[in-house]
């Protein structure tokens, strides 16, 4: 039994478990009526999820030996388009569900193209990540601008708002969606065939290749995944913030290679965890929001924020070296 | 592992007990007001700031002065959302873009808070009073005539703007463009308003660029306060001091160095530490049962003006900057 609770707790896992309930309780003390209020636990769980999906969405990038900065505005692209559609099709024929079913169908299907688009820099023509989804992040920005003017898609229908604002049996539905999403990664990385080739490609994507698995094409469908992913998350912001614009969810870029690599993503590839993301990014959540109603500087709040990145880091190169030398 | 886990243990209490010294929860009987920029860190919001704390100070109720460090609207949900569990009593607010916060500003209505915005309107329908720095056409079209006046009523110019979602920044540009078609027929647009995400750096890029591909530009409009400042710095730099005009909206201490040497002629602008002052003044008025009405002296800032629907609130006119006068202000 006690070895069994020492397994656990020296997984990565186990730390930022530790990590969150420690920061859980620091917060509750901290602001003791606010932070554990009804209304604040509510307001988490709407903000979580699609920070929670961006993630996600970036971990898997970042375990194929990449990286995503393409990420935000691939969500935004695609809420755009869709939105547009939505709001428009809303106007001509006043039909809501209709209007709200063809805008959430766009706005997956632009999110896989432009996926598809990054994918097919990076593994067909051959493009380093970095560069290519660099690249491609200027030109959705860009297209993104062409389309919108600079102001903001509005004018969706009521119950599109749903999606991000309201809740079935008191759980928030962005939250069911999180946790579709959660169950979907965790089966496609933990059970599947596919998840193995992605490890694989991201420790050496040469032995992979050796080993017979198709890594142009594997690499291509994470793409894809990762590109869906984003669109999901873009459709959640679309419905909570009433609109769609270009800069929507900015600041989650850095922060979800922060969340992934947090949560015990090997930047150089091959190593990742569904539930270590998750816990990462339940961490810079509950910091964010705690220091928030606390009434910290914002400075400071990511000043704390890289400090516990450095120390989860540094801890969990401790552990390995440790292991190492047993 | 069980020595890491308790270094980790002790390092999280200490961080704690650093932050619960240096900071107090708000006592909950004291009134507490909201003030939120698009983004704290820029020169602009850094003096509206000063001036929203020091109304706090003299009004002797707490001004909690948050916003974002990149101008992100989700992130100011995000911000707003936790500020509504924490419990405030007015929330005054700078939009990032206005349609994107209405469904939390409805909820802090809710709530039961009073909802201002300030320097950037929001969505009119939750807004109780809002707080407007300048008439934006007067402002637009102010900025038009400074460029007149230093360039001459023809020839080629650019408008090196903030950033094209902006709004307040597009007002202003559109009523200055319509200004110039009906007033000063000779000037001529050389390309779209240019964006510089709000960073002198960008802007002084992009006015290299512009100096390159039109040898014949005569004058800039900088919009935005990082903007005349990369501009002035490229055309400096260009040694063009004398063949380009850059006029636009800055604050004067920055635009210091440039105005000296002429490769700025002129800034204009209204007091950001007076609309930080203003707007806590009147929330905590409103929180008393004032209204603003028209004409109203405010103290330390000065007479306001009020529109016909008893909500908008208008500064001042704006202050130009030049070489002569700008030693004179504090931001």
């Given amino acids: ?326 | 592992m069980k020595k890491v886990l308790v270094l980790l243990v002790v390092l999280v209490a200490m961080t704690g007990l650093v932050f619960a010294a240096g900071a107090q929860e708000a006592e909950d009987d004291k009134i507490t007001i909201v003030v939120m920029p698009k983004l704290v860190g820029i020169p602009y919001f850094n003096a509206s700031e000063e001036g929203a704390l020091q109304a706090g100070e003299d009004l002797g109720v707490e001004v909690i002065y948050t916003g974002p460090t990149t101008a992100d609207a989700a992130e100011q949900v995000k911000m707003l959302e936790d500020l509504i569990s924490k419990g405030v009593d007015v929330i005054a607010v700078a939009p990032n873009d206005a349609v994107a916060l209405t469904p939390v500003l409805m909820k802090a209505k809710n709530a039961g808070i009073v909802i201002f915005d300030w320097d950037t309107p929001a969505d009119p329908s939750v807004v109780d009073i809002s707080v407007h720095q300048i008439d934006d056409q007067k402002f637009g079209e102010h900025m038009w005539d400074l460029l007149v006046e230093e360039m001459g009523p023809t020839g080629e110019y650019a408008i090196v703007t903030g950033g094209l979602s902006a709004a307040n920044l597009n007002t202003w540009i559109d009523y200055g463009l319509d200004y110039a078609k009906m007033n000063y027929p000779g000037l001529k647009l050389v390309t779209d308003r240019v964006p510089t995400d709000e960073k002198q750096q960008v802007a002084y890029q992009k006015t290299l660029d512009l100096i390159k591909a039109y040898p014949n530009l005569k004058g800039i409009v900088g919009v935005s306060t990082p903007a005349p400042l990369g501009a002035a710095q490229a055309v400096q730099e260009k040694g063009k001091n004398d063949s380009i005009a850059v006029v636009g909206s800055s604050l004067p201490t920055d635009s210091g160095p440039y105005l000296e040497d002429g490769s700025l002629r002129v800034g204009t602008l209204w007091d950001p530490a007076k609309l930080g002052y203003l707007t806590v003044v009147l929330a905590y008025n409103y929180l008393n049962g004032t209204k603003p009405y028209d004409g109203q002296e405010i103290e330390n800032v000065g007479t306001i003006t009020v529109w016909d629907d008893n909500r908008t609130v208008i500064m001042g006119p704006p202050a130009d900057f030049t070489k002569e006068n700008y030693a004179s202000y504090s931001f």
């Fill in chain 1, 1 to 326: 039994m006690q070895s069994k609770l020492k397994k656990v707790f020296s997984s990565k896992e186990g730390v930022l478990f530790v990590i969150f309930v420690l920061i859980f309780i620091l917060m509750s003390i901290l602001s003791p009526h606010k932070f554990l209020s009804n209304y604040n636990i509510q307001s988490l769980a709407y903000q979580l999820p699609e920070f929670g999906i961006l993630s996600l969405s970036m971990m898997l990038i970042i375990m194929t030996g990449g990286i995503n900065l393409s990420l935000t505005f691939t969500a935004t692209l695609s809420m755009i388009v869709g939105g547009l559609a939505m709001s428009s099709s809303f106007e001509s024929t006043g039909m809501a569900f209709l209007s709200v079913l063809i805008g959430v169908v766009i706005m997956l299907l632009v999110s896989a193209v432009l996926g598809m688009f990054n994918g097919l820099v990076v593994s067909y023509i051959g493009v380093t990540p970095m560069l290519a989804t660099l690249g491609a992040s200027t030109l959705f920005e860009g297209i993104s601008l062409n389309i919108t003017k600079g102001g903001a898609i509005s004018g969706f229908p009521f119950m599109f708002l749903n999606i991000g604002n309201s809740a079935i049996l008191g759980i928030p539905v962005p939250m069911i969606i999180f946790i579709v999403v959660l169950v979907y990664m965790w089966i496609l990385l933990e059970k599947s065939r596919m998840g193995a080739a992605i490890v694989m490609i991201g420790c050496n994507p040469k032995v992979a290749e050796y080993s017979g698995i198709r890594v142009k094409k594997i690499l291509f469908q994470t793409y894809i995944i990762s590109g869906i992913l984003a669109g999901i998350a873009g459709i959640i912001m679309a419905s909570r913030y009433n609109s769609a614009k270009e800069s929507y969810g900015s600041s989650y870029l850095l922060q979800s290679v922060a969340a992934s690599v947090l949560g015990g993503t090997n930047i150089s590839g091959g190593e990742g965890k569904v539930l270590g993301t998750l816990l990462a990014a339940m961490i810079l959540q509950i910091i964010s929001s705690g220091l928030n109603i606390f009434g910290l500087n914002r400075y400071l709040t990511n000043v704390l924020m890289g400090f516990i990145l450095i120390l989860v880091l540094a801890i969990n190169f401790i552990t390995d070296y440790l292991k190492k030398n047993k």
